[in-house]
Nanobody
Framework: QVQLVESGGGLVQAGDSLRLSCTTS????????MGWFRQAPGNEREFVGFVTWYDATTYYADSVKGRFTISRDVAKNTGYLQMTRLKPEDTAVYLC??????????????WGQGTQVTVSS
């Protein structure tokens, strides 16, 4: 079992940048991919992107491509979501997850509680 904790959310203005962290603990060797998702009130959980843990391959949703960058620091057991040029429509709870990798929630077995990102216009 792997535990994940997101941090770094907050209230920012449109156009600002923000970096989220996802710190992992426990049996981190049992998963291959860290995914990032977001969920706004009344909406389904939306795929943002993922990074493979061992070779740092990344994949992004079209909605964030070119603005968001996902990375990881293996030594720190931590993943990062660097968000730039934030828009009000990016407002959501952002969650990290560990699993086999994929574009839907079904591919991830472990989830953090999420961190709120609010972008004002």
């Amino acid at each position: 079992q792997v535990q994940l904790v997101e941090s770094g959310g907050g209230l920012v203005q449109a156009g600002d940048s923000l970096r989220l962290s996802c710190t992992t603990s426990g049996r981190t060797f049992e998963w291959l991919t860290m995914g990032w998702f977001r969920q706004a009130p009344g909406n389904e959980r939306e795929f943002v992107g993922f990074v493979t843990w061992y070779d740092a391959t990344t994949y992004y949703a079209d909605s964030v491509k070119g603005r968001f960058t996902i990375s990881r620091d293996v030594a720190k057991n931590t993943g990062y979501l660097q968000m730039t040029r934030l828009k009000p429509e990016d407002t959501a709870v952002y969650l990290c997850a560990a699993g086999s990798g994929g574009l839907t929630t079904t591919y991830y077995a472990s989830w953090g509680q999420g961190t709120q990102v609010t972008v004002s216009s």
